[in-house]
């Protein structure tokens, strides 16, 4: 998710700093189409949200406030790029760039609460059945393989169709 946001930053740091001039219309077009990647993320944060979060109830509402946010962006988003700020719009541009970080500190907190719901989740179930791995074992697979969630993880899918939240399955791993 992360990489749809580099040629975003980058089309919108070539609009940001390059005057606009007959001889660089084009350069700043293809700049501009660059700050588009970024509309891929909107699909990927559904895919997220679907991938990651269980039980019916809880899924629809994240979904719902998800949706929320995202029509209140795109209801704020205009009046940020006032008439009075032409032709630069330094301030509209320097609120996609405080919203690129943003975005981006999110998706690297996410990953990390994911990686230690995953681990805690993995520990919990190598304790409740002495034939997995051991929770030592479990650090130290989390450690060689990078990330938890390794293919040598056997899940049960024993409450694929309970209408559990992701907390409450034992089963349930985060994907990322």
């Not at 929320?68 to 008439?83: E, K, R, Y």
């Not at 975005?103 to 994911?114: A, H, Q, S, Y």
């Not at 990078?146 to 089963?171: C, L, Q, R, W, Y």
């Amino acid at each position: 998710m992360q990489g749809c946001t580099i040629p975003a930053i980058i089309g919108t740091a070539i609009i940001y700093s390059i005057p606009p001039s007959t001889s660089n219309r084009i350069g700043l077009l293809i700049a501009f189409y660059c700050t588009q990647f970024y509309l891929a993320e909107g699909n990927l944060i559904f895919s997220l949200i679907s991938r990651n979060v269980a039980g019916q109830t809880k899924k629809s509402t994240t979904l719902a406030m998800t949706f929320i946010g995202w029509a209140a962006g795109n209801m704020t988003a205009p009046q940020i790029f006032q008439a009075a700020d032409a032709p630069r719009y330094r301030k509209g541009f320097t609120a996609h760039f405080c919203l690129y970080v943003l975005f981006n500190i999110f998706l690297v907190l996410l990953r990390f609460l994911l990686v230690r719901r995953n681990m805690a989740k993995r520990k919990a179930a190598a304790a409740a059945d002495p034939a997995s791995m051991a929770a030592e074992e479990v650090e130290q697979d989390v450690g060689k393989a990078g990330a938890v969630g390794a293919n040598d993880e056997k899940i049960e899918h024993s409450n694929a169709f309970a209408d559990m939240t992701d907390k409450e399955n034992p089963d349930f791993r985060y994907d990322f």
